[in-house]
C-alpha cells in the first residue's frame, strides 16, 4: 500500500482492499483510492490533490442508497470521521452538524439541548448529508422533506476550494439541497429546527378498502399517517414490523394495512406493544434487515389513491411472487430544484424487490404505471429515469445542470450512473 504525497490519509489499493459495497449488497465498486479526513482542511486537499490527478471524487456516506449514486472508480471518500454537532443557535433554533454525523447521532444531540427535528425518516442510521441531498423523507401532508429544513451548508468544489451556501444565495440553496454531491462534496449542513416535543404513536391493522375509506381524513387528522400494504400474510415478516392482530379491525390476516399514525402530544412517556410515546426521535426509526432491494417515486397527490391502486392490482393479478409489503407515505411540496417533491405535494409508493430473484420485471411495471402519473423518484432507491426523463420532469432541471457545469465543468464529481443524469 502507497501512499498520496501530499495527504497520508489517502490510500491507494491493490484489487483486494479496493472493493466497496452496500448496506443492501446491490451496488458495488472497485476504488482507486479512499480518502478518510478527520478535518474540512483534510478533506479539501484530498479533493484538490484527488482531482489535479484526473481522478473522480465521490462520498459514501453510510452507503445507504440502493442506487449507485456512491460509486466511483476514483477517490471514494468517507466522512465518518468528521462528525458530530459543531453548533447550536437557540434563539433561531438552528443547528449546524458535520455531514458525516448519523441521523442518530444528530437527533441524540437535538434531545440533549431541548430540540426536534421538524420531520425523520423511519430509518436514522444514514449519513445527515447523504440522507438529506438525495431527498430522504418522512410522512404528513404538512411536512416538507427532510433536505427542506436545510438552511446553509458548505460545498467543497474540485479545486478544494470552499463555497459558503445559505439564505444570502437561494437559487445555490435551493440546487444545493438535494444535488446528490454533483455540486461539491458537503462538509457541513445547517438545520432549521424546532422546540423537543414527544410524539403518540399508534399501530394498527385494517382491510386494504376501509383504509382507502378513511384515506383523506386520516392524511388531514394526523400530523404522521403511512402504511405498508401487505398483499400476503407472511409479507409483514420481510420488513420485520409488529404483528398487530391484536390491533386488527377486521378478521382477515391478508390484504390488510399496517397502519401507523402519530402526532405531537404533552402525555408523558409511555410504552405497550403498538403504541407509544417517546421523544420524537425515538419514534420514527423502525428497525430493518438489508433483505430488500426498493424502488420508491412520489407521486402528485391528485393522483396518489389511484396510482396505489393501479400497483397493487398489478402485484396481485400480474406479480404475485411480489410478496414485500409496498410502503406509503405523504410529503409536501418543497422549492429544491431536483427534489422529487418540487412545488409538488406528494404520496410516495414504495416497492421492494427480494435480492437474488429477478425482480426487474415487476419493478419496471411499477415504473411504468407510476410514470403515468407524472411521478419522480427518490434519489437514493432504484429508478429507471435517463438524463432525457430528468429534464422533462424537474421544471428546473436545466438551471440545475447549467449550474453543475459551472461549478465542475470537468465533472469530477460525476460517475458513470450519476453522468447518464445530469452531465
Known sequence: MSTSSNNMHINEFGLDHAHWRNWAGNQSCVRAARGAPTNEEELCSMVSDATSKGMNVRVAGSGHSFTPVALTNGLHL???????????????????????????????????????MINQGDIDSQSIAGALTTGTHGTGMQLGNLASSIVGMKLIQPNGSMIKVDEGTPDLLNAGRVSLGVLGIVSEITLQVTD????????????????????????????????????????????????????????RTTDVCEVKVMDITDRPPFESQFEKVAYSSDVYPIEYLPNFHELEYAVPIAYAKEALMAVRKTMLEDFPEAVYPLEYRFTAGDGAWMSPFFEQDSATISVSGEPGKDYWGFLRAVDAILRMYGARPHWGKLHFLTGEDVKAIYPRAKDFLALRRELDPEGFFLSEHLGLLFK
Not at 470521521?81 to 441524540?108: C, H, L, P, Q
Open 78 to 116: 468517507t466522512l465518518g470521521n468528521i462528525r458530530g454537532v459543531r453548533s447550536i443557535d437557540y434563539e433561531r433554533k438552528r443547528v449546524t452538524a458535520s455531514a458525516g454525523t448519523t441521523m442518530n447521532e444528530f437527533g441524540r444531540a437535538l434531545k440533549a439541548a431541548g430540540l426536534s
Open 196 to 251: 423537543a416535543f414527544n410524539l403518540h404513536e399508534r399501530i394498527w391493522r385494517e382491510d386494504f378498502e376501509s383504509v382507502m375509506e378513511k384515506h383523506d381524513e386520516l392524511a388531514k387528522k394526523h400530523r404522521h399517517f403511512s402504511f405498508f400494504w401487505c398483499p400476503y400474510e407472511q409479507s409483514r415478516h420481510f420488513y420485520c414490523l409488529p404483528d398487530t392482530a391484536a390491533t386488527s379491525k377486521s378478521g
